[in-house]
């Protein structure tokens, strides 16, 4: 099938009204990875165009959850009000596959569209790495670190990211005033128009502070309502692990961000801290010959390119030794 596939002919098929011929083509034309996003990129546009009703995927397969739930519930009541039968029973495994399959088939279409509608930027351990983002916004990525953006439409229908790691950003203000939204794993949402701040979001904790310009930040927990908090710069907003949200100024916001020039500052920092992030940065796991050791508190500003640099400054500051096999670092007198 060499049929050649050009927009105005997709853009019939997106409409209904495409040919059992044309719609063949399509389907071999789709085989080709490149050909896939070019098929978002037409079909983004046409949706521009042609306002239609979205589907809610999430929702979708939960309702889809939810009444295969509710129908096994049925099932157990009969089977207590009734003798098993075998029958029945024959019924509800084939109900139950087909259920199945089709539940894989939705997760599986549902996959494959987020990869198409998404990109993701990652960094390794250790690796840092500056982004221009397609309005012109700043990101800088902290090591261990993922920003997912969508993949088109940036900077016109939405400027939404979603970050796990650490990542400073710079964002441009647009004529239109389109705010910019940062979305974290545990429940922190940053709403901006246009500043510079950093965010981290660490199995240890998610922390926002605030360099320069003014956000709206909204926090949700299962347990209380939305909070809302307007930052000026210089404060800062952690919550921990547990859902516990603190609040704090600095008169040193810049201090947030000096890991994009491989600059280390700590003030009192423990040890325990210090351990977090080695492993956050260096996939390195650190054991404390002593745990009084872990109470131990480092001050001081200092530059290490890579893991090998930080361990031999902190071991000097704290006057303590260490010893490294593989991914593994003990600390000791």
Known sequence: MNQLITKDMLFEHFAGRSTALQRTSIADWLKQPANQIQYMVWLDEWERHNLQYAADDDKGLS????????????????????????RPLRVRWRWL?????????????????????????????GETRQLTLPDGSQVTLNAHSALRLPRFGFGDKTRTVWLTGEAAFSIKHTPTHQRFTVHTNRGVEVIVLGTEFDVSDRPGGTKVVLSKGAI????????????????KPGDAVSVDPVGQLTESHTTQPAISTAWRDHRFV????????????????????????????????????????DADEF????????EINYRQKDNTVTFFE
């Open 311 to 318: 361990l031999q400054v902190v071991a000097e500051l704290l």
């Open 216 to 231: 709206q930040l909204n926090y949700s927990s299962p347990s209380a309502p939305v909070r809302q908090l307007r930052l």
């Open 266 to 305: 700590f003030n009192s920092t423990p040890v325990h801290e210090i351990a977090n992030l080695l492993r956050d940065t260096y996939n390195l796991q650190v054991v404390l010959k002593d745990q009084a050791l872990g109470e131990r508190r480092v001050t001081g500003s200092f530059q290490a390119d």
């Open 97 to 125: 596959a087909a259920a199945s399959a089709v539940l894989c088939l939705t997760a599986g279409l549902y996959a494959g569209r987020q990869s198409l509608l998404y990109r993701t930027e990652e960094t390794a351990f």
């Open 63 to 86: 309702t889809l959850m939810n009444r295969i739930d509710a129908w096994e519930q049925q099932q157990r009541a009969g089977t207590l009000a009734e003798e098993p039968q075998v």
